[in-house]
């Protein structure tokens, strides 16, 4: 019997710093979540997707040589500027990227922690002598 194979792409959003909870509370800058997503895409797409990136990279960056990265394409920075001065091309490329997922059909799995809530409920405690 055959079995499908599936790759897990994994990336995460946030950091994995753990504060006090005072330390939140004197500087509201500091990131509360931390966010784990995962895509799963079975074998037989993965040519299909990797393909679909690399030409949308070349059609509007003219390079298969940039880094996705959410943060840097949401701010307009980085190799992303370009989407600042040009929100056409922004819109493109949403597009694209969408239509590239909308056919291909992942599967996506998300979890997030609220940091700070977490280590409110979950305080920590001091060791006791002969631990």
């Known amino acids: 019997m055959d079995e499908i194979q599936f790759t897990l ?3 995460e959003s946030g950091n994995d710093l753990i504060y006090e909870v005072t330390q ?4 509201p ?6 966010t ?10 993965k040519d299909e997707l990797k393909d679909g990136l690399n030409q949308i990279k070349q059609d509007i960056f ?6 996705f990265h959410s943060v840097d394409i949401r701010f307009k920075r980085g190799s992303f500027v370009c989407f600042y001065y040009n ?9 694209r990227v969408n ?8 599967i996506l799995i998300c979890s997030s922690l609220d940091k700070k809530k977490w280590v409110q409920k979950f305080q920590r405690r001091p060791l006791r002598a002969g631990f």
């Not at 939140?24 to 500087?27: L, P």
């Not at 800058?29 to 931390?34: I, Q, S, V, W």
């Not at 003219?62 to 880094?67: G, H, L, P, S, Y």
């Not at 239509?99 to 992942?106: A, E, F, K, M, V």
């Open 36 to 45: 784990l997503l995962g895509v799963i895409v079975p074998h037989s797409q």
């Open 87 to 95: 929100p056409d091309t922004y819109e493109l490329f949403k597009s």
């Open 29 to 34: 800058a500091l990131e509360t979540h931390c």
């Open 24 to 27: 939140w509370d004197n500087d």
């Open 62 to 67: 003219r390079t298969k040589e940039i880094v």
């Open 9 to 11: 792409y994994i990336d």
């Open 99 to 106: 239509s590239l997922t909308n056919d291909l059909h992942p």
